[in-house]
């Protein structure tokens, strides 16, 4: 069975610009989160998606915002992009929204704000 | 506020040896814990997670962790590693509030093995 996929894998954009990142689950995984992860850090959690609706959010501005689509997949939005939104974004997916299920990670999009 | 701490941020340790890295969180209540390894061009990979019961876990690759209350730590132990193993290794915290799902990591401690 496939992971979780994202796209797309790099992206360069420059301040001030939109980016959409696109993430599909795992089949059958329900729930979607998104973090993002900057060089040397551990991951930063942004949202969590379940059945479409927003089920956790993280300390991040209104800027970032997130979607989740009938099939699942989801896309993460971030407007007017800053230098330090430079970073690795990563998805992850869950059967369903409890925080003891085990979530599964994407490889990532890699994110380059110049 | 709810954080996770990982004081170590690099380890080195000879192939064979034993590893142990730490983590202590803050929250108010049991916290769901978890161990994740990302290894270079790889994504992260769950090792183990504790929720409640026996607390001390087995999880994948020979890992276990212990969780301790009073000392607010869920460090992760190997009796022997293996090169393989060098990766990056994060402490996790999830938890449910009147924010809705949370989760947490620690900044990681990055793992060398030497032969």
């Known amino acids: 069975d496939a992971g979780v996929t994202q796209s797309p894998t790099h992206l360069i954009k420059t301040r001030g610009q939109h980016v959409t990142l696109r993430c599909s689950p795992i089949?059958?995984?329900?729930?979607v989160s998104w973090y993002q992860q900057v060089l040397g850090q551990g991951p930063q959690f942004i949202f969590q998606?379940?059945?479409?609706?927003?089920?956790g959010r993280g300390n991040f501005p209104d800027r970032f915002s997130a979607r989740q689509f009938p099939n699942y997949s989801s896309e993460l939005n971030v407007n007017a992009l800053l230098l330090g939104d430079s970073a690795l974004y990563l998805c992850?997916?869950?059967?369903?929204?409890?925080?003891?299920?085990?979530?599964?990670f994407g490889p990532g999009t890699r994110l380059t704000v110049t | 506020a709810q954080s996770v701490t990982q004081p170590d941020i690099h380890i080195t340790v000879s192939e064979g040896a034993s590893l142990e890295l730490r983590c202590n969180y803050s929250?108010?209540?049991?916290?769901?814990l978890f161990w994740y390894v990302q290894s270079p061009g790889q994504g992260l990979q769950l090792l183990l997670k504790?929720?409640?019961?026996?607390?001390l876990v087995q999880g994948i690759k020979g890992f276990e962790a212990e969780f301790k209350r009073s000392q607010s730590s869920f460090n992760l132990r190997k009796p022997s590693v293996h090169w393989s193993d060098a990766a990056e290794y994060f402490c996790?915290?999830?938890?449910?509030?009147?924010?809705?799902?949370?989760?947490?990591f620690g900044t990681g401690t990055s793992l060398t093995v030497i032969p």
């Open positions: 992850a997916s869950s059967l369903a929204r409890g925080v003891s299920y085990e979530q599964y």
């Open positions: 996790a915290v999830g938890a449910s509030g009147n924010t809705g799902n949370q989760f947490y």
């Open positions: 089949s059958g995984h329900k729930s």
């Open positions: 998606y379940y059945e479409k609706e927003e089920r």
């Open positions: 504790y929720f409640s019961g026996d607390t």
């Open positions: 929250y108010g209540a049991t916290p769901y």
